[in-house]
Nanobody
Framework: QVKFVESGGGLVQPGGSLRLSCQAS????????VGWYRQGPEKERALVVA???????EYGDVEKDRFTISKDNAENTVYLQINDLKPEDTAVYYC????????????WGQGTQVTVSS
């Protein structure tokens, strides 16, 4: 089972940008898709965006123009670029693999905290 380690979070002012990284313990080409999720204060964890093995991208309930997912198969790493950060983006961001039904697989990692505040 592929596991993931997230990094790249931090404290950012509104309007700023961040690039989060998700390092897999194995080949990301071995999973159906990899997704970024987030869990804000007192909120349920929810999908932000996912990318399939053939680079099809599916968004959750987010402003699509601000979130960009990409991957480096050679490095087994998936990235999330977030632009024009807003306070409501404050959350712990996680990544996980998904199956063909969109279900998250495996255990959750520690995540990476993103805090947007002036």
């Amino acid at each position: 089972q592929v596991k993931f380690v997230e990094s790249g979070g931090g404290l950012v002012q509104p309007g700023g940008s961040l690039r989060l990284s998700c390092q897999a313990s194995g080949y990301i080409t071995s999973v159906y898709a990899v997704g970024w999720y987030r869990q804000g204060p007192e909120k349920e964890r929810a999908l932000v965006v996912a990318i399939s093995g053939w680079d099809e991208v599916e968004y959750g309930d987010v402003e699509k123009d601000r979130f960009t997912i990409s991957k480096d198969n050679a490095e087994n790493t998936v990235y999330l670029q977030i632009n024009d950060l807003k306070p409501e983006d404050t959350a712990v961001y996680y990544c996980n693999s998904l199956d063909s039904y969109g279900r998250a697989l495996g255990s959750w990692g520690q995540g990476t905290q993103v805090t947007v505040s002036s």
